[in-house]
C-alpha cells in the first residue's frame, strides 16, 4: 500500500489540482494537502475571505474563497467560510 501512496503523492506533487490524484489518495485512507505554491495560494486567499467576511463584504469574500477553493479543493474552512458569505 506504501507504494500506492506514494504514487498518488508523486501524482499531485505534479499536478496539484488533480481530482483523480486527491480521490486516489482518500480511498487509501490519507488525507491529501496541497504543498508549495498552491498551499500558500489557499492560506492567503482563506485570510482575505476572512477579512471581507468579517468587515461585511461578502462579494469580496465569496471570491476569495472561491480563489481559495480553486488553488485547494478540498479546504474545508474554504469552503465553510463560502458557505457563510452567501
Do not use: I, Y
Not at 486527491?22 to 498551499?39: I, N
Not at 468579517?54 to 467560510?81: I, N, V
Request: hydrophobic share 35%.
Amino acid at each position: 500500500m506504501r507504494g500506492a501512496q506514494d504514487a498518488w503523492t508523486r501524482c499531485l506533487e505534479l499536478d496539484p489540482k488533480n481530482a483523480d490524484c486527491r480521490t486516489g489518495l482518500e480511498r487509501l485512507g490519507v488525507a491529501s494537502k496541497p504543498s508549495g505554491a498552491g498551499a500558500k495560494e489557499a492560506g492567503r486567499q482563506f485570510d482575505a475571505g476572512m477579512k471581507f467576511l468579517m468587515s461585511g463584504q461578502k462579494a469580496k469574500a465569496r471570491a476569495a474563497f472561491t480563489a481559495c477553493l480553486a488553488a485547494d479543493p478540498g479546504h474545508k474552512d474554504c469552503a465553510k467560510g463560502l458557505q457563510r458569505s452567501k
